[in-house]
């Protein structure tokens, strides 16, 4: 019955948001920031363009996505996601439902993109409303335009409307504004929260607000990409696929003065280490897996990025596909070189457990809770009195509704409480394995903690083991 049900949730329980993309001004009267969140596919890469000032032409960089066809790439720059120019004018869009556009008979028609144009002829926002004044914008239907400037000025523009500023902080994401019309969303409302908490805003204020409302894994979508802008500077902070601890600072006005050129966004970071590492561990096993890692990390230690999570989630990835004893080997590979890293405790705990080495996995999950008590994925797994199991939420302090729903309910939804800036919900189950998803406003999501899951695309489950 269980399967029939898990089968049945497949198909009526597996719609996530496709793009969900978040932008954001944060101004204090002295710092004019733009945070921005650029959340799709994680198999996207992108290519950032850079364009000096020629003749009346204001000098500007670009960001496109990138195609497998180096012959459309060439021409990618002509669609681009978004934009920020010598001015500090910047410029990016969040989809949205479609709506149609609308027409005005003494306006011209555009059928081509805005943001190239502006960049290149405007400075502020309102010489950029002056020009689109001019047309009716009938193929931006499916997308909203942010627009800001170093003034702290900002508009959101639409083939049906124009909405002008109406406070000093401001967030968009995926549903549309015309008229003021308001949906729930719990990444616009994380955002507005942190902002109306604090009266100043520093390069680490608009962090916490992209990675509190970054997408991550396991998702079909997730933040690929993050900046941080400090228009009045011209100066981009830029993350990549949520490691917030490997930032790359471009000042435009340096990149200018190279000339024209660009740059694939993922040659600024460190290579991931995941395609090595799954290759050898399918070819050579887990020996082959731990031997390539040892190699990379004692030979290209600042090629590759060991500051992120990909080797973690290798080592859980394998506790996912019932090969927990090979996952226990690879974390104790980790160790040797992040001793008091209690992630990689936690995972220990788990796939110890999950071998049945109950003695070892308690070791692990002490010395986790004796320097974090909260940890969340620890208190999951490994704080299960008489099977009793407590889920929860951060950064979600936002949403107005979120449930829980998994194969243990037949997947009908179970209210969670929310606690201050987290939801929780406490249940008691018999020992087995579970699958379930967080409903968050009407959402469906996977556990962002809890990075043990099944499936892929929209059809992505999280894993719950119950000792």
Same mark, same amino acid.
């Given at each position: 019955m269980k399967s029939t049900l898990f089968f049945l949730a497949l198909i009526f329980f597996g719609i996530e948001l496709s793009n969900a993309c978040t932008i954001f001004m944060a101004n204090d009267g002295r710092n004019v920031w733009i945070g921005n969140n650029e959340d799709e596919d994680p198999s996207l890469s992108y290519r950032l363009w850079y364009f000096p000032a020629t003749g009346k032409s204001c000098g500007y960089m670009i960001w496109t996505e990138l195609s497998a066809d180096e012959k459309m790439n060439n021409l990618m720059y002509k669609n681009p996601q978004g934009g920020m120019n010598e001015y500090g004018l910047f410029l990016d869009y969040t989809a949205i439902d479609a709506v149609p556009a609308s027409h005005d008979p003494k306006k011209q028609v555009r059928e081509e993109e805005v943001v190239t144009y502006i960049l290149k002829n405007c400075k502020t926002v309102k010489e950029a409303l002056k020009f689109i004044s001019k047309f009716n914008l009938i193929r931006l239907t499916g997308a909203q335009l942010f627009i800001g400037d170093a003034s702290g000025d900002y508009a959101t523009v639409h083939g049906s409307f124009i909405a002008r500023k109406t406070t000093d902080n401001f967030t968009l994401t995926n549903y549309c504004i015309k008229n003021g019309h308001h949906e729930a969303c719990w990444r616009r409302d994380a955002a507005n929260?942190?902002?109306?908490?604090?009266?100043?805003?520093?390069?680490?204020?608009?962090?916490?607000?992209?990675?509190?409302?970054?997408?991550?894994?396991?998702?079909?979508?997730?933040?690929?990409?993050?900046?941080?802008?400090?228009?009045?500077?011209?100066?981009?902070?830029?993350?990549?696929?949520?490691?917030?601890?490997?930032?790359?600072?471009?000042?435009?006005?340096?990149?200018?003065?190279?000339?024209?050129?660009?740059?694939?966004?993922?040659?600024?970071?460190?290579?991931?280490?995941?395609?090595?590492?799954?290759?050898?561990?399918?070819?050579?096993?887990?020996?082959?897996?731990?031997?390539?890692?040892?190699?990379?990390?004692?030979?290209?230690?600042?090629?590759? $990025?060991?500051? !992120?999570?990909? %080797? @973690?989630?290798? +080592?859980? *990835?394998?506790?996912?596909?019932?090969?927990?004893?090979?996952?226990?080997?690879?974390?104790?590979?980790?160790?040797?070189?992040?001793?008091?890293?209690?992630?990689?405790?936690?995972?220990?705990?788990?796939?110890?457990?999950?071998?049945?080495?109950?003695?070892?996995?308690?070791?692990?999950?002490?010395?986790?809770?004796?320097? $974090?008590?909260? !940890?969340?994925? %620890? @208190?999951?797994? +490994?704080? *299960?009195?008489?099977?009793?199991?407590?889920?929860?939420?951060?950064?979600?302090?936002?949403?107005?509704?979120?449930?829980?729903?998994?194969?243990?309910?037949?997947?009908?939804?179970?209210?969670?409480?929310?606690?201050?800036?987290?939801?929780?919900?406490?249940?008691?189950?018999?020992?087995?394995?579970?699958?379930y998803k967080f409903i968050v406003n009407g959402i469906y999501l996977a556990d962002q903690l809890n990075l043990l899951y099944t499936g892929s695309g929209p059809y992505i489950y999280s894993i719950l083991y119950v000792w």
């Open positions: 929260d942190y902002l109306k908490q604090n009266s100043t805003y520093a390069l680490q204020d608009i962090v916490t607000i992209l990675q509190r409302t970054a997408q991550k894994k396991p998702s079909n979508t997730i933040t690929n990409y993050s900046m941080a802008v400090e228009l009045k500077k011209k100066r981009v902070h830029l993350y990549y696929k949520n490691d917030f601890k490997t930032p790359i600072v471009i000042s435009l006005v340096e990149e200018l003065k190279k000339g024209k050129h660009f740059q694939d966004m993922a040659t600024y970071f460190p290579k991931s280490i995941s395609e090595i590492i799954l290759n050898k561990y399918s070819t050579d096993g887990i020996e082959g897996a731990i031997s390539a890692y040892d190699s990379l990390r004692q030979y290209h230690p600042k090629e590759y $990025n060991f500051k !992120n999570h990909d %080797a @973690i989630e290798l +080592g859980i *990835q394998a506790i996912a596909i019932g090969k927990a004893n090979d996952g226990v080997r690879f974390f104790e590979c980790l160790k040797k070189y992040e001793p008091e890293n209690l992630e990689i405790d936690t995972w220990l705990g788990v796939a110890n457990r999950k071998e049945g080495r109950v003695e070892e996995s308690n070791h692990y999950f002490t010395k986790v809770f004796d320097k $974090n008590p909260e !940890n969340y994925v %620890a @208190i999951l797994f +490994g704080k *299960q009195q008489n099977q009793t199991v407590t889920f929860q939420m951060n950064d979600f302090e936002g949403a107005e509704q979120v449930l829980l729903s998994g194969d243990f309910s037949d997947w009908k939804p179970i209210p969670m409480q929310q606690i201050n800036d987290r939801w929780i919900c406490t249940v008691t189950l018999q020992k087995g394995e579970y699958r």
